[in-house]
């Protein structure tokens, strides 16, 4: 997809995992964000990876790293709104760095819905998914203003856009995310 930027969100604190990096967290003998990485590269034109700690260790992915310009760990619209802001394509997509089975055809299936809309959000059953969106970068005007305004939640700042919700049943475990050690050690 020549005109969408990838942006993988890996900028978190790890909290439930102990306080990891969770994108580092080695799964079947690689890092977390190697697995995603190779799921989306064949998706985008250009990948981005938000994070703010262990710059060093995720520049050697070979992608740019872009950091939070919004103090304080202040969440996944921080580090979509730094990923934005270094995007050079008119679309950009979102991941997270702790889900490495995500789809294949994730990009081609919510870029098949989003239309007139700001954004496309995957969604399972009853159950958005809101960190696997593909939106028009020039949403990024909006999402300054709401994060200015101390807004940190996703989906309140969804809520002032033109969303659409993309049906993903058929690969309902492709947005399985890993969040602890025994989830890691489960998958």
């Keep these: 997809m020549s005109d969408v930027s990838g942006i993988v969100l890996a ?8 306080g990891v990096d ?5 799964l079947r003998g690689r890092p977390m964000i190697a697995w ?10 250009e990948v981005l990876i938000n994070a703010n700690q262990n710059l060093d260790t ?3 992915f070979g992608r740019r790293v872009v950091s939070d310009e919004v103090g304080g760990y ?7 709104h730094a990923g934005l802001r270094a995007a050079s394509h008119p679309l950009a997509v979102t991941v997270p760095c702790d889900s490495p089975f995500l789809p294949e055809d994730l990009v081609s299936r919510l870029k098949g819905h989003l239309g007139s809309n700001d954004l ?10 809101p960190v696997f969106a593909l939106m028009k970068r020039d949403v990024r005007g909006n999402l300054e ?18 969303v659409v ?11 399985r995310n890993i969040n602890t050690i025994e989830e890691l050690k489960g998958a």
């Design 120 to 129: 496309a959000v995957a969604k399972t059953g009853d159950q958005p998914h």
């Design 165 to 175: 919700e993309v049906k993903f049943d058929d690969e309902a475990e492709a947005f």
């Design 74 to 80: 202040a969440g996944p619209l921080a580090g979509l």
């Design 58 to 60: 995720y520049a050697k």
């Design 145 to 162: 203003s709401f994060l200015a305004a101390g807004g940190r939640k996703i989906d309140a700042w969804y809520a002032s856009l033109k």
């Design 11 to 18: 900028g978190g604190l790890g909290r439930r995992m102990g």
């Design 36 to 45: 995603v990485l190779e799921r989306l590269e064949p998706q985008v034109s």
């Design 22 to 26: 969770k994108g580092l967290q080695v």
